[in-house]
């Protein structure tokens, strides 16, 4: 089932056991509380999308309103309820192991938002008035994103804090805590039931339609990357995956060696397209292959026409003052003679690294090379 | 943002002056609105003006509408209608406004702004009270608000379009009446944050501008991916015409031909995209093929005509690898384009894009042969329909190519180089010099 279609059932089936619970329940809430629980399962299935393809989840915000308005026994069975649904609904694709942990990480964040809302509740005297009640809220939220975090960590989910992490806890704690603040008011003021998560979720939606459209895009915008870093290897000019493996080795020695993180972008976009250049030679009429001058030179050229990929563009040519950017150049160059030799040659790892060392034309800065065998002696260790 | 119109200027003073007229008259009737809530909400509406996200194609989401709602209800509070009207003028208040050629716009949205508030308000103000009672009675309050505003902001428009003379009311109907649907939850929203702002004070109000910043923010960043995408796509092209002269311009028209047909079979704006992209990039494979043979002046030998046709499957290859692509990469491959009346589930995008390559192969001209006129290539993509092309996709094109009047082929090309290129027939379309015995069994092809 497509995610669009799960959507469409939560929903639908939402709005029936919502109204199921209003005419059962007449003088309790129970309506609300289904809609809610509704809420948190579609706040599963929508979830907004970090650089380093994990995910926050909108029910985070859903679980504040919840929090802030019900008892321990309604709120714990709207998240388990919800939670169980939403394991069912999660696509098959993934593992039984991964959904168990999703739960676990689940429960313990909807345990850790209870528990930060109610003591910062009674922290701040349960006083009715908005102070109190917002730092009650920002305190839930906060729990949110310390369990999450150390949840992402404890169990390997690859949850981040970077820039678009930022963000998006951002937006899910600010909403939520509006959400509540539509629900329960304070001391009656302001209090507009269930049309306040409803209608103050809107700007959180546009926030998920505009990290869902964000994802996309650098998803496709990769992938036509790594489409052209085929096309030299499709047209036999280089060794297949030689691309792929020197952006790798390049981009973990970019790392060792402490460039910055756009400075390790640049290296890997320059080493995933650092042969593209060759595509537009004339073939050469002997067996001597492509000038790799020329072939970095027209390379080079053709990249720094794209402003997103000048930089790229100079790290190939090798047209840069900067040292760090220097650093690149270097570690651009090596990682591509190392494939050459390991993967072309054939040359054992350890004898392909003497051997560059000991070449007549050895130019590398020391720190490139202590970078390289840095990488491949953690290769091992990691092989192991 | 486009330079404000001549025609439109004594149409805006008048506007303007309306307005302006109003707010000296509400002035003396009600004296003036308290300064807290308007700098309050002043500072929310200019900040909100400022922070319009893009959600498709046109589609415009801005928190400002629902900031002025809000302000109705808190001045309704106050009995000041020129605060709300105050407040909401400044909505027009944009930094794209204020270049030489586009000041205009400025005066022309802030009266169209404080004359469709007031509107609002006034209805809103004939309702009976409910910013304490029932939250559901509160937002159908905010319903014949927003028409109110809609009815005022849409007939002064339509004025300035008919003044302005460049469309048709019905053209400019039809481009508002859809933006109907975003004003209504924004009204009901604004008046939920006034209802919060009048019981709580304005620091919860700031809770919801914060998702908005984000929310523009990563539409900001989306739309950087997309350019860079778009300029890395445009690289390509350059790569490929540098290889192969001989098909300068081809993918964008193959492209413009594709998107022709996909808006005639009413394509959403999303979809388009898709089929854009894999039109422009439907020879990338060509990068892999020697410049030595598709340069080739004279006959291309059997094997080499094999090697070149070896660019098919790779731009499957490399497109394949694209998420968004991977569904309609087989439209780089004629083995896998040709119309199959029994595949009902065959996407019909490759079929969309075989026939704008065939019909911008045909209407060109090469190095070995000369332009077929469009009449021919028209009689040529129909007499194939139904055997060899999509017959829906085949009459979509002529259809959009005669509606929009264009003339492609002989006598109608920009940029024909090949002076000196021979009169040959019609399955000579085909890469390299096809002998005429070859033309009746190769399909036309970039």
Request: net charge negative.
């Amino acid at each position: 089932m497509t995610r669009r279609n799960r959507v469409v059932l939560v929903c639908v089936l939402g709005l029936v056991a919502g109204t199921v619970a209003h005419f059962v329940d007449r003088a309790g809430h129970a309506d609300a509380l289904t809609f809610l629980a509704a809420g948190l399962v579609l706040g599963e299935l929508l979830a907004l999308r970090l650089e380093d393809r994990s995910a926050l989840p909108l029910s985070y915000a859903v679980l504040v309103v919840l929090a802030s308005s019900f008892s321990l026994r309604e709120y714990a069975i709207a998240v388990l309820g919800a939670q169980l649904v939403s394991i069912l609904l999660r696509t098959t694709d993934h593992s039984r192991t991964w959904r168990l942990t999703i739960f676990v990480e689940r429960v313990a964040v909807a345990a850790a938002t209870y528990a930060a809302y109610q003591g910062a509740w009674h922290l701040l005297g349960r006083r009715e008035q908005v102070a109190p009640v917002l730092g009650a809220l920002a305190a839930a939220a906060g729990a949110q994103l310390l369990v999450d975090v150390s949840a992402s960590r404890l169990f390997r989910l690859g949850a981040s804090f970077e820039a678009r992490g930022r963000l998006a806890w951002l937006a899910i704690a600010s909403s939520g805590m509006l959400m509540a603040i539509g629900y329960r008011g304070v001391n009656g003021d302001g209090r507009v039931g269930i049309w306040g998560p409803l209608l103050f979720s809107t700007p959180l939606l546009a926030a998920w339609y505009a990290f869902e459209r964000l994802d996309e895009a650098t998803r496709s915008y990769r992938q036509t990357i790594e489409a052209l870093a085929m096309a030299p290897e499709l047209g036999g000019m280089v060794p297949p995956g030689h691309a792929e493996r020197v952006a790798t080795l390049a981009t973990a020695m970019g790392e060792q060696l402490g460039l910055s993180d756009t400075d390790v972008r640049d290296l890997e976009m320059a080493a995933l397209l650092h042969h593209l250049g060759q595509v537009t030679l004339d073939e050469p009429v002997d067996e001597r292959g492509a000038d790799p001058a020329e072939v970095t030179a027209v390379t080079g050229a053709m990249l720094r026409e794209i402003r997103p990929l000048v930089a790229a563009g100079e790290i190939i040519a090798g047209d840069v003052d900067d040292p760090k950017r220097r650093l690149a150049v270097q570690a651009l160059r090596l990682a591509s003679e190392y494939d050459d030799l390991t993967a072309r040659d054939n040359v054992p790892g350890d004898l392909a690294v003497e051997s560059l060392r000991s070449a007549p034309s050895y130019v590398y800065d020391e720190r490139v090379v202590v970078a390289l065998e840095r990488v491949l002696r953690d290769r091992i260790s990691a092989g192991r | 943002m486009s330079p404000f119109p001549r025609q439109l200027r004594w149409f805006t003073v008048a506007v303007f002056a309306v307005a302006v007229g109003a707010e000296l008259f509400l002035a003396r009737r009600e004296g003036l609105p308290s300064a807290g809530a308007l700098a309050v909400l002043a500072g929310l509406v200019l900040l909100s003006a400022q922070m319009l996200v893009r959600l498709r194609d046109g589609v415009l989401l801005s928190p400002g509408l629902g900031v002025c709602m809000a302000a109705i209800v808190v001045f309704r509070d106050e009995q000041s209608l020129l605060g709300a009207m105050l407040v909401c003028s400044l909505l027009a208040v944009r930094p794209s406004y204020f270049s030489k050629a586009s000041w205009g716009w400025l005066p022309f949205n802030a009266g169209v702004s404080a004359l469709s508030f007031l509107a609002a308000a006034l209805v809103y103000g004939t309702l009976p009270s409910a910013t304490t009672g029932s939250a559901l009675y509160f937002v159908l309050t905010a319903i014949p608000a927003a028409f109110a505003y809609m009815l005022v902001a849409w007939a002064l428009l339509l004025l300035s379009y008919v003044v302005e003379g460049t469309s048709s009311w019905r053209e400019v109907l039809g481009g508002l009446l859809p933006s109907g649907a975003e004003v209504l939850p924004f009204a009901v929203l604004g008046f939920l944050l006034g209802r919060l702002y009048l019981s709580l004070g304005p620091a919860v109000m700031l809770l919801i501008i914060v998702p908005i910043l984000i929310a523009r923010e990563m539409f900001a960043s989306y739309m950087r991916v997309k350019e860079s995408h778009d300029e890395t796509v445009g690289m390509l092209i350059r790569a490929l015409e540098a290889k192969d002269r001989y098909t300068s311009g081809h993918s964008e028209r193959v492209a413009d031909y594709a998107r022709y047909v996909g808006e005639e079979l009413n394509f959403m704006p999303a979809r388009l995209e898709r089929l854009r992209f894999a039109a422009l990039m439907h020879d990338i494979g060509k990068l892999v093929v020697p410049n030595q043979l598709l340069n080739k002046p004279g006959r291309l030998t059997p094997e080499e005509f094999a090697h070149v046709r070896v660019h098919e499957k790779v731009s499957v290859q490399m497109l394949s690898h694209i998420d968004f692509l991977r569904p309609i990469a087989a439209a780089s491959d004629s083995d896998h384009t040709r119309f199959d009346p029994d595949d009902p589930d065959h996407p019909i995008e490759p079929y969309i894009v075989m026939i704008a390559d065939a019909y911008d192969a045909m209407t060109s001209t090469r190095a070995y042969r000369k332009a077929l006129s469009q009449d021919v290539a028209f009689r040529e993509l129909r007499d194939k329909a139904g055997i060899q092309f999509h017959p829906a996709c085949v009459e979509a094109l002529i259809h959009a190519i005669e509606q929009r009047g264009e003339k492609h082929g002989d006598g109608f090309e920009r940029d024909a180089e090949f002076d000196n290129a021979p009169v040959a027939g019609l399955g000579s379309a085909g890469l390299g010099d096809l002998l005429e015995n070859e033309a009746s069994e190769t399909s036309p092809s970039s």
